[in-house]
Every structure is written in structure tokens, then in C-alpha cells.
């Protein structure tokens, strides 16, 4: 049906998302039971850094 989503997705983008949560997840010592928060975390995060790139200047 989308031959050519590749040109409108980010592919990189749940990549980033992935190891900004992992990284979360470790500098806060590792929780158990909370993916879901460090998850929207760091799409959170991403999201602002990818709206205003130069904000983390």
C-alpha cells in the first residue's frame, strides 16, 4: 500500500528514542518495572531535541 514510507519516516529516530531510555534507565540505577516511564522520557526528550535542535546548546 506505502511503497515509499522510508521518505516520510524518521528510521533513525526510534534508535535515538531507544538508547536515550537506556540511558535514563541506567543513571538511575537501573529500575525494574518502569520501561514505560524512561520510555516516554526520552521520546519526550527526542522530541524536543529534534523541534528545537539548538536548545541544548
Do not use: G, V
Given at each position: 500500500m506505502y511503497e515509499d514510507t522510508e521518505k516520510f519516516v524518521d528510521l533513525d529516530f526510534e534508535q535515538r528514542v531507544r538508547?536515550?531510555?537506556y540511558d535514563?534507565?541506567?543513571k538511575d540505577g537501573r529500575q525494574e518495572g518502569?520501561?514505560?516511564d524512561y520510555w516516554f522520557a526520552a521520546l519526550r526528550?527526542?522530541?524536543d531535541t529534534r523541534d528545537h535542535?539548538?536548545?541544548g546548546l
Open positions: 538508547r536515550r531510555a535514563l534507565w541506567e518502569r520501561e514505560t526528550l527526542e522530541l535542535p539548538k536548545a
